[in-house]
């Protein structure tokens, strides 16, 4: 028998991903057997994005009857892969109880995984559970702020909007109505509308000194950073 070498490797990894790539393009085209046909033949290969993809495709009922517990058969396998985004909707599926028996533990380390590859919408939930002590950990505050700041700094409003609401009542966090003001302002720019009237009525109880103390901070930050805010951006805060 002939020794498989590292090309024979390459070879077949560039094929799983060929098949892949017809898959998704059979999608778009709305050939769903043949999308399911290509995306099948590249999961039993191993190919992860194709095991995600086919879980989604039931999961969705895209083209196939609704199944969640093929869907989160064939997430488990890509999540077991490491595949963040796998591990975010099975997560999703533990905590739903969709297709598998539901499990708050096993959503809480699913939510962990994806978020510390760098998942915001992950982040974000790993906070809220941090902030609610939900899905097997307790309440922690430090915690909470720490990933919510991750999820904020990557422009995931949902954080921005929280930690701005937080700071500005004093919730779990000291008061702080300058970061607070920040926070709130890019929730908005990043399409928050809770954000807005969070603003307002922060606004309402800041000095204007202080108002434009935070605005200043926001410059300051976007040039410590090397670049410059978008012209939406540099007027946000202005009371509405």
């Known amino acids: 028998m002939r020794r498989k070498t590292g090309a024979d490797t390459v070879g077949r990894i560039s094929a799983q991903d060929d098949t892949y790539e017809q898959g998704l393009?059979?999608?778009?085209?709305?050939?769903?057997?043949?999308?399911?046909?290509?995306?099948?033949?590249?999961?039993?290969?191993?190919?992860?994005?194709?095991?995600?993809?086919?879980?989604?495709?039931?999961?969705?009922?895209?083209?196939?009857?609704?199944?969640?517990?093929?869907?989160?058969?064939?997430?488990?396998?890509?999540?077991?892969?490491?595949?963040?985004?796998?591990?975010?909707?099975?997560?999703w599926l533990y905590a739903s109880g969709y297709g598998v028996e539901q499990d708050d533990q096993e959503a809480g380390r699913l939510y962990r995984e994806a978020a510390q590859q760098g998942l915001p919408k992950d982040q974000y939930t790993l906070a809220a559970m941090y902030r609610w002590g939900r899905f097997g950990v307790d309440r922690n505050p430090a915690e909470m702020v720490r990933w919510y700041e991750r999820a904020a700094s990557q422009g995931f409003a949902p954080a921005q909007f929280a930690l701005g609401q937080m700071l500005a009542k004093g919730t779990d966090v000291p008061r702080d109505n300058i970061t607070a003001f920040q926070w709130l302002s890019l929730a908005i720019v990043n399409g928050s509308e809770s954000a807005q009237k969070a603003l307002m009525e922060l606004t309402q109880q800041m000095a204007p000194a202080e108002i434009e103390a935070a605005k200043e901070q926001m410059m300051a930050t976007a040039r410590d950073h090397g670049h410059t805010l978008p012209e939406g951006e540099r007027h946000v805060g202005h009371v509405y």
């Open 25 to 91: 393009a059979a999608i778009d085209a709305e050939e769903y057997s043949k999308a399911l046909e290509l995306l099948q033949r590249a999961s039993e290969e191993g190919h992860a994005q194709a095991q995600y993809r086919l879980g989604i495709m039931y999961a969705n009922a895209e083209g196939v009857p609704l199944d969640f517990v093929a869907a989160a058969a064939w997430l488990r396998r890509a999540a077991d892969k490491g595949l963040a985004q796998a591990q975010s909707i099975l997560a």
